[in-house]
């Protein structure tokens, strides 16, 4: 008979294809490279980064606007991956830079990245960051408060130069109970001038009045994790509708900057309702993968291009241009981690199984605790019988997880496994809670080169002044 937690070959293994993996014997190869030869070389747990599918979805964002004819801008959001290989690959493919702090800004320099390719974000932004943007002829500084333009207005003085704006407009959404992927959008968020606001009109009134200050565009951005065109259709006129406001005014903002937020169909980020379904009762659902990685994109492209056509003719004005700020659905899916099992434990009659394995959501990365990760047993093709895995990192608390009651196959103590769509937010967010930070390796053609080295015990300590080797 088999325990209650054993599940037999009703349920699917995921699609390897939809992360262009392919199988060897029993084993997974990547871009023609074996990641459990890369797993023994350079130890687990190691960041695995697809140069090809990185380039691949670059290109598949810039085409999925240029098929609407869009003048569109591609500006990579630097804090979803800062790993400088990675950047270097996305920067050499004509992409620009989104920045929201000092180290952001100084990393696009170092890159090579003229400020006309660089946009400043952000909800606190230094004197000194707007002054290095001014300094730089930034190709945006979105502002999002009255504050922030005085304070940008007087740089100008004091540098005497002239730099280029955008208004960041918060469209106020409706809010929806569970779904909080665009709650940075709704009217309870913080970030940027509502419509009908005193704040805008002020904003309006010293843009007016400062000639130093090149109003050029209007940004928006609705939050993170966006699986559908709803909020654009929401938003978008909302926007345009502050936009016939200001012309009347006499501005002519020539940029439409509609920030970034959008997913990948499979990753799944949680909202409330799933995440009180996994954590309370164990139950989640696998992304629904009907759709292709760009079908988002080219919605969202189709949407900007008829609203902005219709609005160019209606008002007279030149098509406007587009800047695009993608974060997780540009890298997300050219990366994965690899992770190798210790201990298996079986607890109680119904048979529930654990597979403790070298890393988490304390140990490693949050995220694990807020998306659903498709995760693989790397070094077994063979489906045979599937079970139900809760899988746990390696810190004495629950809370250190990989995923939940997965169906995958029989798991043993050696086994490596295959984390996908870590590209976005985890090296960021990692942390080296009991131990250092994983090591990242870049694959191309069937070649692995090592782009980060593993943390040592050294590096952990090496800022304390007191401590004495």
Not at 58 to 69: C, I, K, N, P, T
Not at 243 to 260: C, K, Y
Not at 410 to 419: K, R
Request: proline share 5%.
């Amino acid at each position: 008979m088999e325990d209650e937690d054993t599940v037999k070959r009703t349920p699917l293994l995921p699609n390897i294809e939809n992360w262009n993996l392919e199988h060897q014997g029993e084993e997974l190869y990547w871009n023609g490279c074996n990641v459990i030869h890369l797993a023994k070389k350079y130890g687990t747990p190691l960041y695995v980064v697809n140069k090809h599918l990185l380039e691949e979805s670059l290109q598949g964002m810039v085409d999925a606007f240029r098929a609407e004819d869009l003048d569109a801008h591609i500006f990579f959001s630097f804090k979803t991956n800062p790993v400088p290989e990675v950047l270097k690959t996305i920067v050499k493919l004509g992409a620009g830079a989104e920045v929201i702090s000092e180290f952001e800004f100084w990393l696009a320099r170092k890159l090579g990245l003229e400020g006309s390719k660089i946009i400043v974000n952000g909800c606190i932004k230094s004197p000194e960051l707007l002054k290095q943007a001014v300094e730089s002829d930034a190709a945006l500084i979105n502002v999002e408060t009255v504050s922030q333009l005085s304070t940008l207005r007087d740089i100008t003085r004091e540098l005497g130069r002239k730099v280029n704006v955008g208004l960041r407009i918060n469209p106020a959404l409706r809010k929806r109970r569970f779904d909080l992927t665009s709650a940075t959008g709704s009217s309870t968020s913080h970030m940027g001038f509502l419509p009908d606001s005193s704040e805008l009109s002020m904003a309006l009134n010293t843009l007016q009045e400062e000639p130093q200050l090149k109003f050029r565009a209007f940004h928006f951005h609705i939050g993170s994790g966006i699986r559908s065109l709803r909020p654009y259709k929401e938003a978008l006129p909302k926007v345009l509708k502050v936009w016939e406001r200001v012309l009347s005014e006499g501005f002519t903002p020539e940029i439409l900057d509609i920030g970034g937020g959008f997913t990948i169909p499979t990753l799944k980020e949680l909202n409330l309702w799933e995440a009180v379904r996994l954590f309370g009762w164990g139950k989640t659902r696998p992304p629904r993968l009907e759709k292709k990685q760009n079908d988002l994109l080219r919605g969202i492209a189709q949407l900007c291009s008829q609203k902005l056509q219709n609005f160019s003719r209606e008002y007279g004005i030149p098509m406007p241009e587009v800047y695009v700020e993608p974060g997780r659905a540009l890298t997300a899916s050219s990366q994965l981690l690899l992770l190798t099992v210790h201990e298996m434990i079986k607890r109680g009659k119904a048979g529930s199984f654990f597979a403790l394995c070298d890393g988490g959501a304390m140990s490693l990365s949050p995220l694990f605790l807020s998306e659903y990760h498709t995760v693989m047993v790397a070094n077994r093709a063979s489906q045979g019988r599937l079970r139900k895995y809760n899988i746990l990192g390696n810190l004495p608390t629950p809370l250190d997880v990989v995923a939940l009651r997965r169906d995958m196959p029989e798991i043993s103590p050696g086994d490596v496994l295959a984390v996908m769509d870590v590209g976005a937010y985890f090296t960021s967010l990692g942390n080296n809670f009991a131990g250092p930070r994983p090591a990242i390796v870049e694959i191309e053609n069937g070649s692995a080169t090592l782009i980060r080295r593993r943390e040592t015990f050294e590096d952990l300590i090496s800022r304390d002044e007191s401590f004495s080797l």
